[in-house]
């Protein structure tokens, strides 16, 4: 997890005791500390801004060769659908910490024909043998080893027959053709990036214990291979190819799962072939918003995301924002206002629609932010501890994840959010497949009320249950202006997802930034606990001191969330990559 670099304003320190720091302390916490972390990539040469005027098909992915294959479908007349499922397995290739066939996402596809958006649900679900209490340790307390790092952290996989559902229902290219790229740079190779390179040092001590990826991704001393080294991938290229020529069901019916089932049964998992045959991905409608005159299309339950993205949009629609200034004190504060109210709410009323009543309807009418909004005050912080989840309407009715999106030339919009959980997922391999395992089990809240891997708190819709799917944060979104794509974007970031989405549109919105600044922008987050409002570098020193006169703890940690962004002006295509991720590529051609 992130470290706390610089704890400003109220510190908690180990034993209870909190003081407000000096001005000279936080003169030089703002002054010192670049941005840090895997995320120091600002500097990167990948990460390119294209002011794409005459453009016809724009790609925006966190790794260049996924972002490359894309744009070379859609240069052949495929579309943005088709694209998509090239790029979603071919970072399965070349992005191995989120990139995946083993986990699970959301795709959000806007079809320019109909006008309509689509919402294909590929969560993973727990498995049959799945209980309420599978993490809990003998005195009763969540068991964050077994969550996150077992093979009882792995979620049945969704991501094989959603990329596929994708294909079949609104794509125009084979499922072989869409897997070329990725079987062709996991045979011949790649050459490893610093961003690569990097991830695997930091996994390497959890990876090695996984003889399967031991063997990929490092040296037989152990080191990790160097930026340039060719990485190959054979036991992967075979299960790609097994899923080109045999469809999906090579995997959920065939060897691939039959090969997952049984190192599952031999090792203590749950994962059973027919936990695999029985998993189906879901279309689902999209949450609808209204933000000053744009439609905001996002991704339904059983992911947050949407939902409070639209809820924290509605929250601050009466503002004027733009006025206030993009990192003035007081447009932060109530960003972190409303998101608290926001995330409060998430971790009483979110969950799986299957499985429970969600109010959704509720969260996200403007009635509702209007009742919650009489409750923030312009001048002070609320505390968290006077902050509980509100009451919607009940209508009658239900730290490594990665984000690409696409336009085609037609006007078809993907935004598509998948991923393993935490970097590399459980950090296993399965045997002879050269597929590492997803760690989604930890999404669900293994004892409701306690902080999961993102420090967000849970409820009880998303205790474990057989068949269920994991409560996400995950919001790919598209908004549309008139009718048609406006800005198309999504994120990585665990809990910082929502507010990183939320801060793209509000930058473009209400601060009229270009898509390249508002993804460059400091991001700021309050997820109501922990309670901090944490903030990336980049803030002035006195736009801090005015925020910790309004009451507000500042936290200054690593950078937040990795936004790859689409923006649509004037029929011209602009894109961003987030260059918080050092192997970023937006391309147009
Ligand atoms: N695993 C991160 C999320 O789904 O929100």
């Known amino acids: 997890m992130n470290q706390c670099i610089v704890c400003l304003g109220r510190v908690s ?18 002054g010192v500390f670049p941005l840090l972390g895997q995320d120091a990539a600002i500097q990167s040469s990948m990460a390119r801004f294209h002011p794409a005027e005459g453009r016809q098909g724009m790609v925006a992915t966190q790794e260049a060769n996924a972002t490359r294959a894309g744009l070379n479908v859609l240069k052949e007349g495929g579309n943005a659908v088709d694209a998509a499922v090239t790029v979603g397995f071919t970072l399965a290739v070349t992005l191995p910490r989120a990139g995946n066939i083993a986990g699970g996402g959301f795709m959000l596809a806007h079809l320019a024909e109909s006008g309509k958006t689509i919402a294909i649900d590929y969560r993973e679900k727990a498995p049959l043998g799945g209980f ?23 979620g049945v996989p969704g991501t094989v027959r959603g990329l596929a559902l994708a294909l079949e229902n609104y794509g125009t290219i084979s499922l072989a053709r869409a897997l070329q790229p990725a079987i062709n740079l996991a045979e011949n190779g790649f050459p490893v990036t610093d961003g690569l390179r990097k991830s695997l040092l930091e996994a390497r001590e959890r990876l090695q214990k996984s003889p399967a990826a031991r063997k990929v991704f490092y040296n037989a001393d152990g080191t990790p291979f ?29 060897s691939i799962g039959a090969r997952i089932a049984a190192d599952m049964e031999a090792k203590g998992g749950l994962i059973t072939l027919n936990d695999l045959a029985s998993y189906q991905p879901v279309i689902r409608p999209v949450v609808k918003g209204a933000y000053r005159g744009y439609e905001v299309l996002s991704m339904p339950p059983p992911s947050s995301g949407g939902v409070h993205l639209i809820q924290i949009l509605n929250l601050l629609e009466p503002y004027d924002l733009r006025s206030m200034g993009q990192q003035s004190a007081e447009s ?37 932010a209007e009742h919650l909004r009489r409750t923030i005050k312009r001048d002070r912080a609320k505390p968290s501890n006077a902050i ?75 205790a474990v249950e057989p068949g269920k799917r994991m409560l996400s944060s995950m ?54 606990y922990p309670e901090e409002l944490r ?14 006169e309004k009451g507000h703890s500042i936290s200054i940690k690593k950078t937040m969330g990795a936004a790859q962004s689409i923006h649509i002006e004037q029929g011209k295509l602009f894109a961003s990559p987030d260059p918080r991720r050092e192997d970023a590529l937006a391309e147009g051609y």
């Open 388 to 462: 509980a989840p509100g009451q919607p309407r009940i209508f009658q009715e239900s730290e490594e994840t990665t984000h690409f999106s696409i336009v085609d030339r037609w006007g078809n919009a993907v935004a598509n959010t998948y991923t393993l959980n935490l970097s590399y997922g459980n950090n296993y391999m399965v045997p002879g497949t050269g597929i590492l395992l997803n760690n989604q089990m930890d999404d669900f809240s293994a004892k409701p009320g306690t902080p999961n891997a993102f420090g967000l708190i849970g409820g009880e819709f998303d």
């Open 13 to 30: 320190l180990s034993r209870g005791f909190s003081f407000v720091l000096s001005l000279a302390a936080l003169l030089l916490a703002g």
């Open 132 to 154: 309420r209490d599978m993490f809990l340790d003998e005195k009763g307390e969540a068991d964050s080893e077994k969550s996150r790092y077992s093979l009882l952290a792995a």
């Open 332 to 368: 932060i504060h109530l960003m972190a206002e409303t998101m608290k109210l926001a995330y409060a709410d998430r971790s009483k009323h979110l969950g799986d629609p299957d499985f429970a009543a969600i109010p959704v309807d509720g969260l996200i009418s403007k009635e509702y």
């Open 535 to 548: 903030v990336e570098t980049g803030l002035s020193p006195d736009t801090l001191r005015l925020l910790m």
């Open 475 to 528: 919001a790919p979104t598209i908004v549309l202006k008139d009718g048609k794509p406006f800005i198309i974007t999504g994120a990585a970031g665990g809990s910082r997802i929502i507010s990183t989405v939320l801060q793209i549109i509000v930058n473009v919105i209400d601060h009229q930034m270009n898509i390249a600044e508002a993804t460059n922008a400091p991001r700021v987050h309050h997820q109501w």
């Open 226 to 254: 160097k930026s340039g080294e060719i990485l190959r991938q054979p036991d992967l290229t075979a299960s790609l190819r097994l899923i080109a020529e045999k469809g999906p069901d090579a995997f959920y019916t065939g």
